[in-house]
């Protein structure tokens, strides 16, 4: 069984920044993708960013240029740096490792 705990949230100006955490526990995360999803009010969640075991990420398109996905395998952790951010931004935060476990969401506000 593997737990996902997030971590970063908060309520942040347009323009401002946040880094959302995400540490899993057991031993299944160095050789998995993780990805971090997002669900705004009344709308379906989306993917956002993943990054694969060897470090090949990947991006929507809303968020190219302003989000970064990392890892770090010694710490079970993955990363989302986020820069520029805008109240489309707004959502609850999922980290996932690909495809059975969720983490319990992060709420981000964009807000002034």
């Known amino acids: 069984q593997v737990q996902l705990v997030e971590s970063g949230g908060g309520l942040v100006q347009p323009g401002g920044s946040l880094r959302l955490s995400c540490q899993a526990s057991g031993n299944r995360f160095s050789l998995a993708t993780m990805a971090w999803y997002r669900q705004a009010p009344g709308k379906q969640r989306e993917l956002v960013a993943s990054?694969?075991?060897?470090?090949?990420?990947n991006y929507v398109d809303t968020v190219k240029g302003r989000f970064t996905i990392s890892r770090e395998n010694a710490k079970n952790t993955v990363y989302l740096q986020m820069n520029s951010l805008k109240p489309e931004d707004t959502a609850v935060y999922y980290c996932?490792?690909?495809?059975?476990?969720w983490g319990q969401g992060t709420q981000v506000t964009v807000s002034s």
């Open positions: 996932r490792l690909v495809p059975s476990y």
């Open positions: 990054i694969t075991s060897s470090g090949s990420t």
